[in-house]
């Protein structure tokens, strides 16, 4: 089993930043592959990013390529979304997934495991 706890969700101005940080435990961190997801008002959750477990990989959904970076630290068994250039369609609340294999993953079906959510609202 693994858990997850998301965190750094708020309030945020059009072209400001957030960072939101997911901490993991239960299992060993370093081999989790691990993703963020969001669901907007009245949408279905979509992908926003993914990362390998060794850290090399990472994908991105198209709107968010060059203003979202995913990282993670497996010293601190964190996985953190930083977003920059923030716009009003980013306002979701962010799940971060785990995953029991190594390649990162788009597909929400290939998780895991599941946070509760962090609320981001991005004010025009």
């Known amino acids: 089993q693994v858990q997850l706890v998301e965190s750094g969700g708020g309030l945020a101005q059009t072209g400001g930043s957030l960072r939101l940080s997911c901490a993991a435990s239960?299992?060993?961190?370093?081999?989790?592959?691990l993703g963020w997801f969001r669901q907007a008002p009245g949408k279905e959750r979509e992908f926003v990013a993914a990362i390998s477990r060794g850290g090399i990989t990472t994908y991105y959904e198209d709107s968010v390529k060059g203003r979202f970076t995913i990282s993670r630290d497996n010293a601190k068994t964190t996985v953190n979304l930083q977003m920059n250039s923030l716009k009003p369609e980013d306002t979701a609340v962010y799940y971060c997934?785990?995953?029991?294999?190594?390649?990162?993953?788009?597909?929400?079906?290939?998780?895991?495991?599941w946070g509760q959510g962090t609320e981001v609202t991005v004010s025009s």
């Open positions: 997934a785990a995953r029991s294999d190594s390649s990162a993953s788009s597909s929400e079906r290939a998780y895991d495991y």
């Open positions: 239960g299992r060993t961190f370093s081999r989790l592959a």
